[in-house]
Each structure stands twice: as C-alpha cells, then as structure tokens.
C-alpha cells in the first residue's frame, strides 16, 4: 500500500520561499499530487508530477525524484493568503484511488 | 465548473442514529469518493465507486456503507452513528481512473454525534 510522510507545520515570512517535502513509501508508484485547503475549505488540486523533474505553475513548482521516493511543493513569493495546509497524494497504479499524507500546515507571516 | 455539492454544512446527531450523508456531482464523472478528515489524521478513504451500482470499501469502511444508485449521486451512510464517527466528512468525484490525479471536492459535512 501507499504511506506518505510530510512535515506537520511549516511557517515562513511573506515574500519568501518555502519547500514542503514528502516522502513516500509504496510497493508501486503512478506519480505525485499536491492539493492545497484552506481553513473551512474544500481541498483543490494544485499539481502533479508523473515523471521525474519540475513541473512549474506560476508561483508554485512541484517536485519529484521516484529514485529517492521523494517530492516537494515549492512556493514562491509567499502570500498571506498562501496559507493553508497542503497534502501530498499518490496512488499504485491507475485502478487504485488517491491516498493522502496528513497534510502541512503553512503559516505564512509578515 | 464542476460542482460536487454536500446536501449539508454541519449536521448533529444522536448516538445510534441512522445517517445519511449525501453528495451529488453535475459533471457526469464516474468516480466518487469518500473521505473523513481528522486534525492529524489528514483525509481517510472510507469507501468509493467507478461506476453506478458499484462499491469498493477503503482504508476505514468499518461502521459505514455506500449507496450509488444514480451516477451523479453517492451517499454514505452511518448504520449506527458512534461518537467515533464525529468528523469532517469530505466527498469527491473524478472523470475517470485515466484522470486519477485530479479529483473535485464538495466543501465537506462536519458531523458532530452526541
């Protein structure tokens, strides 16, 4: 099965860069998301990686290397309103659903 | 847009209640989802379907069964509602397996049982 592990709680300040890893442990593998939810909110999809490398969407890039089980979402020129917390989400195989990490909370502040 | 739509926000009920929590899509999507979100925990797979009339159970099922009748509609309901079940419930829907990473979210039913 699927196990993906990523940070609790990161905070940074406004206008800067943060980097929000995830690793994950699975006996196959179909690729990595990233969904973003804010406080109250429904979670959105942000991205997805199915091959290895950067795949860029203006202020937010995400990341993955299946060599080292590992991925990271990196948000640049962080907003307030980037705050939010963030799930990683992989599934083995495209017959399988989504599983996700327990999710990141961002605090972005001034 | 797709719109995956929560019949409720916030709904309170009573231990050993039978409830039903609906979800219904307009976007002629054949998969939907089911999920509970726990500060902690993230979001569980409680049950889903890829077709009408079709049930597969997730990491959690246990106190919880589906029914998918039509294709825009997926409810999940709690035999016997427990105290443990008091949580954000979160429904989802995709196109298809082909389009798996990207699944649409209703805005969640925070269910509290007394």
């Known amino acids: 099965g699927q196990s993906l592990e990523q940070p609790s709680e990161v905070t940074a300040v406004e206008g800067a860069i943060v980097q929000i890893n995830c690793t994950y442990q699975?006996?196959?593998?179909?690729?990595l998301s990233w969904y973003q939810q804010h406080d109250g909110g429904a979670p959105t999809f942000l991205s997805y990686n199915a091959l290895d490398g950067l795949e860029e969407t203006g202020r937010f890039s995400s990341f993955l290397s299946r060599s080292d089980s590992y991925g990271y979402l990196l948000l640049q020129e962080l907003q307030m309103k980037d705050s939010a917390s963030y799930f990683c989400?992989?599934?083995?195989?495209?017959?399988?659903?989504?599983?996700f990490g327990k999710g990141t909370r961002l605090s972005v502040i001034a | 847009d797709v719109k995956v739509t929560q019949s409720s926000r916030y709904l309170v009920k009573r231990t050993g209640e039978k409830v039903f929590l609906e979800c219904v899509q307009d976007m002629d999507h054949e998969n939907m989802f089911w999920y509970r979100q726990d500060p902690g925990l993230g979001l569980r797979l409680i049950y889903f379907?890829?077709?009408?009339?079709?049930?597969e159970k997730g990491d959690i099922p246990e106190g919880y069964s589906v029914s998918r009748e039509k294709k825009e509609r997926f409810s999940l309901i709690l035999e016997s509602a427990s105290t443990n079940q008091t949580s954000m419930y979160l429904c989802?829907?995709?196109?298809?397996?082909?389009?798996?990473?990207?699944?649409?979210f209703g805005s969640g039913t925070q269910l509290s049982v007394l």
């Open positions: 699975t006996s196959g593998f179909y690729g």
């Open positions: 989400a992989g599934r083995n195989s495209g017959n399988t659903p989504l599983v």
């Open positions: 379907s890829y077709d009408v009339k079709m049930k």
């Open positions: 989802a829907s995709r196109l298809d397996r082909d389009e798996g990473e990207k699944l649409f």
